[in-house]
């Protein structure tokens, strides 16, 4: 069964909305866990709008799961993460000023960045995946940065899965097949939510981790953390 990771950034968000510790950051990472989620992500971003520099130190304290933090490979965010040594470091290309992860990465053109940065990573023993699409010739090139798995973004999976799920997941069945070849393991995430998980994770059956945030959150509003965290993991089985 894959791991559910939660990313934790909305709930960072809505603290931050007031200026004071509501919802408790801390707590809703031990509580996450507590219901049955095998992981806790977050994605520090140089604006510190949702999760800031040090909730990803003080996250270290509380998070006996899988300890997931992922971003642009700034010299900021290398110095955080090679400070809090979480138990995976997740690279993702976006911009600063980006909503959101918006593409994966070229691991042709950004080939020795990439080597560099995972070299320095797997140094201090933090295991190492990159945020990438679907295209062949970049998970061929993603296997010489030496990273340890890849994160397959999901969104074009989702946007597609209603029109025609049958489509809309080959290119990731192919993408998995030949990452597990090269011997990379497979992450997965990007809007995937209770209708579309399900069927990922049948398809993809070499699946070791799904990264969710957003859907997961906003479906809390409605049937509790709690209940939440169990539907998603339901979804795994
Ligand atoms: N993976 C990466 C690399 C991301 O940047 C995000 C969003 O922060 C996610 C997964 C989770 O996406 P969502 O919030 O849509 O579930």
């Given at each position: 069964?894959?791991?559910?990771?939660?990313?934790?950034?909305?709930?960072?968000?809505?603290?931050?909305?007031?200026?004071?510790?509501?919802?408790?950051?801390?707590?809703?990472?031990?509580?996450?866990?507590?219901f049955?989620?095998?992981?806790?992500t977050v994605?520090?971003?140089?604006?510190?709008?949702?999760?800031?520099?040090?909730?990803?130190?003080?996250?270290?304290?509380?998070?006996?799961?899988?300890?997931?933090?992922?971003?642009?490979?700034?010299?900021?965010?290398?110095?955080?993460?090679?400070?809090?040594?979480?138990?995976?470091?997740?690279?993702?290309?976006?911009?600063?000023?980006?909503?959101?992860?918006?593409?994966?990465?070229?691991?042709?053109?950004?080939?020795s960045?990439?080597r560099?940065?995972?070299?320095?990573?797997?140094?201090?023993?933090?295991?190492?995946?990159?945020?990438?699409?679907?295209?062949?010739?970049?998970?061929?090139?993603?296997?010489?940065?030496?990273?340890?798995?890849i994160?397959?973004?999901?969104?074009?999976?989702?946007?597609?899965?209603?029109?025609?799920?049958?489509?809309?997941?080959?290119?990731?069945?192919?993408?998995?097949?030949?990452?597990?070849?090269?011997?990379?393991g497979?992450?997965?995430?990007h809007?995937?939510?209770?209708?579309?998980?399900?069927?990922?994770?049948?398809?993809?059956?070499?699946l070791?981790?799904?990264?969710?945030?957003?859907?997961?959150?906003?479906?809390?509003?409605?049937?509790?953390?709690?209940?939440?965290?169990q539907?998603?993991?339901?979804?795994?089985?």
């Amino acid at each position: 069964m894959p791991r559910l990771s939660v990313n934790i950034n909305k709930i960072a968000t809505i603290r931050n909305a007031r200026g004071g510790n509501l919802p408790d950051l801390l707590k809703v990472a031990v509580d996450i866990q507590r219901f049955g989620a095998q992981g806790i992500t977050v994605h520090p971003r140089p604006d510190e709008r949702h999760i800031r520099y040090q909730d990803t130190v003080n996250l270290k304290t509380v998070v006996t799961t899988e300890y997931n933090i992922e971003g642009y490979p700034s010299k900021e965010w290398m110095d955080l993460v090679l400070k809090v040594k979480p138990h995976q470091a997740t690279l993702v290309p976006d911009p600063p000023d980006a909503i959101t992860s918006n593409a994966g990465w070229d691991t042709v053109k950004h080939q020795s960045f990439l080597r560099e940065i995972i070299a320095e990573l797997k140094e201090k023993k933090i295991r190492t995946s990159i945020f990438i699409e679907t295209n062949s010739s970049h998970i061929e090139n993603a296997v010489k940065t030496g990273t340890d798995r890849i994160e397959l973004y999901t969104e074009s999976y989702v946007k597609d899965f209603s029109k025609n799920k049958e489509e809309a997941i080959k290119p990731f069945i192919s993408a998995a097949n030949l990452a597990d070849k090269l011997g990379m393991g497979i992450n997965a995430g990007h809007d995937l939510n209770l209708e579309n998980l399900n069927y990922f994770y049948k398809n993809i059956p070499n699946l070791l981790e799904v990264s969710i945030g957003h859907a997961l959150i906003s479906d809390a509003l409605y049937y509790g953390l709690e209940n939440t965290v169990q539907l998603y993991l339901r979804q795994l089985k």
